[in-house]
């Protein structure tokens, strides 16, 4: 167990939806990090936040969004979903925004 | 363009041989790597790291060894064990606060 929560756990939904996916960094951690996982592809970094603030961007789409908040808990927004969109979404924490990243057990989101 | 590549998709070892996953990389300015395994239905779990500074590092069964000449490093398993069989990702950074960048992961079964 790395200490790092994400709900829900599975998510189906079709297209044209939007979701949000929680994220509850290890205890202490400031940095989070959110990746895609799309089928036999490698985790695809989309955005990272440290202490409330984006401190860093990837391949993260404009209908995605995501924000930390004050308690440190990241929630990543999907909006207007495609088929395409259906991955694993992984969140991940450190202490700080160059620290070894622990990922949580992720989101495995079905766009029908 | 792939920045990290693992080239073999999977690889098939007998319990208590050695197994040796190797990772490429093309971007000169990545200086620290590190190497995670994931089992189905759960995240990325961190395993061991090696800073560009160092041409090995060791935890108990695993070392990594880092080649930065050829831009290559592996992970070597000493003895392979049946709990050993997961998705390994090699990933790297350059220094700072820069993302991850991963490859797409080689499975590794280990036979008893």
């Known amino acids: 167990d790395s200490g790092v929560t994400q709900t829900p756990k599975h998510l189906i939904t079709a297209t044209g939806q939007r979701v949000t996916l929680r994220c509850s960094p290890r205890s202490g951690d400031l940095s989070v990090y959110w990746y895609q996982q799309s089928l036999d592809q490698g985790l695809q970094f989309l955005i990272q936040?440290?202490?409330?603030?984006?401190?860093a961007k990837g391949n993260i789409l404009e209908r995605f969004s995501a924000q930390q908040f004050p308690d440190l808990h990241s929630e990543l927004n999907l909006s207007s979903l495609e088929l395409g969109d259906s991955a694993l979404y992984f969140c991940?924490?450190?202490?700080?925004?160059?620290?070894?990243?622990?990922f949580g057990p992720g989101t495995r989101l079905l766009v029908l | 363009d792939q920045q990290v590549k693992q080239n073999s998709p999977s690889l098939s070892v007998q319990e208590g041989r050695i197994s040796i996953l190797n990772c490429d990389y093309t971007?000169?300015?990545?200086?620290?790597f590190l190497w995670y395994k994931k089992y189905p239905a759960e995240g990325p779990t961190f395993l061991i790291s090696i800073s560009s500074i160092k041409d090995k590092n060791e935890d108990g069964r695993f070392t990594v060894f880092l080649n930065k000449s050829a831009k290559h490093l592996s992970l070597h398993i000493v003895p392979s064990q049946p709990g050993d069989s997961a998705v390994y990702f090699c990933a790297a950074k350059s220094s700072g606060n820069t993302p991850l960048v991963f490859g797409k992961g080689t499975r590794l079964s280990v036979i008893a």
């Open positions: 971007n000169s300015m990545f200086d620290y």
């Open positions: 936040y440290y202490n409330g603030e984006e401190r």
């Open positions: 991940a924490s450190s202490v700080g925004p160059a620290e070894t990243q622990y």
